[in-house]
Each structure stands twice: as C-alpha cells, then as structure tokens.
C-alpha cells in the first residue's frame, strides 16, 4: 500500500481490491454491540476543508473515531486561511502539531499533491478542484461489488456534468481498473477536452445506453463551479439527461442507479427513483464509513518505514 | 500463522530468558525426537506428522469434553488463519466421540494488536460468530502456536467487542515456550521447547496441501 491517497490512477488492481476486501471487514463492526476498533489509538488525523462538505467530512471523522484515532477539524472559516495564510504554512502548521494523515478537500486541483510534499504525515484526497475524490469512487466500486457481486465485466454509465465532476474522473480511472467498462454520457459542452485520452466510451444520448447498462452513476450539476452557459435551460437539461421513473424502466431489473450526493431532486434525479429500491444512495453513504476506515488503516495501521 | 520471532528487529530484548515449556509436560501422544536444534544451519526438521497432528487432535478433543462436561454451552473461535481449520477439526472430532455439536467459527485479532506499527500493515481476516453469539457461553480460542502471546492477548480484546462470555479458554496445536505475557493454554497439542532462532512451522491440509509440524532452524525456508 502506497503511503498517500491521492488519485485512483495511482491505484493498481491489487491495491483497490485490497482497500474492498478491507472494507468488507469494516462494514461488519457496524453490526457490532462496540462499534469501536482501537487500532489507531494515538494517531491524530486532521480534516482539512477548504470548502464546505459536510457529508464527507463527517463521513471521515467517524471512520477516524471508529479507529480510535484523535480528529481535529480544521476548517477554513474563523482560521487564518481565510486571513490570507498560504497552504504551505497551514501545512507546517499540522506538520507541529504532529498530524499522521490529513484529509484534505480543497477548491484547487492538485492542491493535496502539493500538500503531500510538504508534510510527514498520509495525504488523503477529500476532492480537489474538478479533478479526484478518490475515497468517492471506492465506496462506489465497493457498493456495486455488494449489489451485483462484481465490478469486473460490468457496463457502468456516469451521466451527467463529466466536466465538473471528480467523481467521475476518479470513478473512470477505477472502475476500468477494476475490469469495468465505462460509458460517459453528457451534453457536448459538459464532456471535458480530452476525453478521447480516458478509458471510456462517450455518448451524447442517454435513453441508447440505458438498456445495456448495469450501472447509471447520475453526477449532480454543479452550478457552483459553471463560469458559462452550458445548456439552454434547466429544463431542457431535465428532460434530456435527467433520469426519471420511464427511463429507469428502460434499464435492465438488475441494473443500480447510483449518486454521490447531494442530489438535486427533479433536476438529474426524479424523486421517485431517488426513493426507489433500485436506488442505493443511501447504502453509498453507509459504505463510505466502511471505506474510509479501510483507507485509514492500510494508510496508518503499519510500520511508517516502507520495508 | 508459521511464527518468527514478533516485532522482527526485537531490540532490547533480555538475553536468553527462560527456555523451557510454559505449562506442565502433557506432552502430546507423539514424543518425537527432541527439538533440540540441529546443528547444520538451514534445515527443516518434522516433529509432528500428519498421523501425529490427528492422534492429537482427538486426545484434545477428549479434554474439551471432559474438562466443559460434555461440550456443554461451547464455542470454538479458531484465530486465522491456521486456527480456523483447526477449529473444525476439533468439533469435528468431538461430533465423532459423543455426538455433540458445539458452535465453531473464527476471529481475527488483527484490529486489536499492540504490535501493529512495528510491521507492514497486514491484511484483516474474516472474523465470524457462530449463531447465538457468545454471551454466556464458554468461548475455547483455537490457534495453531501459542509463542509470545500477544496474538491471544489481542483476540481477548477482539472477543469483548462481541459479547461477555462465561469463561474463555484457550486451546493450541503446539506451545512453543518464550511467552512475554502472562497467558497460558488450556489444551496444548504438543509442548515443543524451541531457541527464539528457530522458527515452529504448522502445515495443515486445508490451507497447505499437507499435515505436519515443523521446526526451522536459521537459514531454513524462512
């Protein structure tokens, strides 16, 4: 195991199966009378957000607490980030505080790269920018390995803002990585440039990938990060991309309809199939505990000198 | 579990210690030629075989029984990995002398160790209770080489996240000496006095093809 968490790039086939099959052991101490495992008693992990997330970040802070380990938080509002620090030295600062991993999300792609070089401790990417949110595509890969049995030989479409979504790059690198194959679907002006370099096949038109598709991982548009125009109206965006009840009949029985969160209801999302059976959102939400506790202990639970 | 010395490095160990078995000699049916370590750098030395490692079994088999009347309320929790499979030949053995079924599963301590920081991180196992759980029942931990201790004492901790059970007892393949905590076993297959050098090796058919016990010495398959 690597010493940071970064990108799912970085992550090889054994790797990701190492953090499911870990995972598969974290979920099981949710069932138990102590849910409690004390294995990084008197580690220190810092959750460092330089952007609001409260899904996530709490996501990570039990997953730390459930390990035992001490969990700052650190947010921007009310510290001296928002008086103008640089990076760098919030990173010297945790570096004196003794932090053994920071989780970090920040505005900026590539800003936990940077972060990594400057500190002692483990990296984990909480999302940076519009690039990755690596721990986001492992408890999807984990998710539909619980509902299906398997990633690999499945056909898992992403549709929705690709442009904007890190979700979606980090899913893609491993999902494939994992032996899936990967449909994008999105409005022209939503399909980063550069696609053609991604392993993944790219379609303009919804309702013709729905029927061979075992997975539909929907993105939310992110209206926070679209500096133009990207489509006419909302609407029409709804109409074309959204994924309403005739089009989840359009789907294999099997097939799982997946999202990150938070959903926009009635935009990508119909309200009846967020609540459907089919729908495992909620699960996506419970498994992200499991997942980052994973993370956390094959980061953490050894030796630091790499043998 | 083939078992090297823990914490590899072992800086700051007192010297020689006390070699010698823990518990008194019940040794097992099989007297074998003395481990006393060969010589000849590198070898592999059998001590118990496959006809050996079964003649044990059913002698523990036999103890369990008498000593928890007749199986009565029991659990066996094999420590994986070898610990599982020995587990189940225990119960086994037991269904075949009286016809009892007592409960078996497994229980991976792994989460719970004070030694974790000082190797590579290690891949979990599957921990898995018997139906009924283990509160108030007699929870027998199984484990393939009792060494330091640490491993044992870790499962304790793993089983109290679980429930309280009536009494927890601790059942292993082969005792191999040099505790470093104050623990002890209830049933031991074979008492097998060894030098921190050696290494004890159990092989079993369910994980390894084969059935035998063994002792390397430096140098050998290690």
């Known amino acids: ?307 | 579990m083939t078992t090297p010395a823990p914490g590899r490095p072992t800086p700051g160990r007192p010297g020689p210690g006390t070699p010698g078995p823990g518990a008194p000699g019940q040794a097992g049916s099989a007297p074998g030629p003395r481990a006393g370590a060969p010589d000849s750098p590198g070898t592999a030395h059998t001590v118990l075989s496959g006809a050996d490692i079964g003649r044990v079994l059913t002698r523990m088999a036999h103890q369990i029984l008498e000593k928890t009347a007749g199986g009565n309320g029991v659990v066996l929790l094999g420590i994986p990995t070898r610990g599982v499979p020995l587990a189940r030949r225990l119960a086994d053995r037991v269904r075949a002398v009286e016809g009892v079924e007592l409960g078996v599963g497994s229980l991976d301590p792994t989460m719970h160790r004070d030694d974790l920081q000082l190797r590579a991180v290690r891949p979990l196992a599957v921990t898995d209770l018997p139906d009924g759980g283990i509160d108030g029942r007699t929870v027998i931990l199984v484990d393939d080489v009792l060494f330091s201790g640490r491993t044992v004492r870790a499962a304790l901790d793993a089983l109290a996240q679980f429930g309280r059970p009536r009494v927890v007892q601790l059942a292993v393949l082969v005792d191999r000496g040099h505790r470093e905590l104050p623990i002890r076993a209830d049933y031991v297959g074979k008492n097998m006095p060894t030098s921190r050098q050696e290494a004890v090796a159990v092989r079993l058919t369910e994980t390894d093809g084969r059935d035998a016990v063994m002792i390397l010495s430096e140098g050998a398959g290690r």
């Open chain 1, 1 to 307: 195991m690597m010493r940071h968490l970064l990108s799912t790039q970085d992550l090889g086939r054994d790797d990701a199966l190492l953090v499911l099959d870990t995972a598969e052991y974290m979920a099981t101490v949710a069932g138990r009378s102590v849910k409690k495992l004390p294995t990084l008693r008197g580690r220190t992990v810092v959750n460092l957000f330089f952007e609001d997330s409260t899904r996530t970040r709490t996501s990570f802070e039990l997953a730390a607490k459930r390990l035992s380990a001490d969990v700052i938080n650190f947010s921007v509002r009310g510290s001296s980030v928002s008086k103008g620090e640089s990076l760098k030295d919030t990173a010297q600062t945790l570096e004196a505080m003794g932090a053994d991993a920071v989780v970090c999300r920040h505005p900026a792609s590539g800003a936990p790269h940077r972060l990594a070089a400057w500190v002692r401790g483990s990296v984990l990417n909480a999302g940076d920018g519009i690039h990755e949110h690596p721990t986001q595509a492992l408890l999807d890969a984990f998710t539909i390995r619980r509902r299906l049995g398997r990633v690999e030989g499945l056909s898992v479409t992403i549709v929705g803002d690709v442009l904007h979504s890190r979700v979606a790059r980090s899913n893609v690198w491993l999902l494939s990585t994992l032996g899936a194959s990967v449909t994008v679907v999105a409005p022209p002006t939503l399909v980063p440039v550069g696609v053609e370099q991604w392993p993944v096949a790219v379609s303009y038109d919804l309702d013709a990938v729905l029927p061979t598709s075992d997975v539909v991982m929907m993105l939310r548009v992110q209206r926070e990060r679209m500096t133009a125009a990207f489509f006419p109206t909302e609407r029409e965006y709804s109409r074309r991309y959204g994924l309403d009840a005739d089009r989840l009949a359009a789907m294999p029985p099997s097939a799982l309809v997946m999202h990150p969160g938070p959903m926009v209801r009635g935009m990508e999302i119909a309200s009846d199939v967020a609540d459907s059976t089919r729908s495992t959102v909620v699960e996506q939400v419970a498994n992200g505990v499991s997942v980052r506790m994973a993370v956390l202990y094959l980061l953490l639970g050894g030796t630091r000198e790499v043998p």
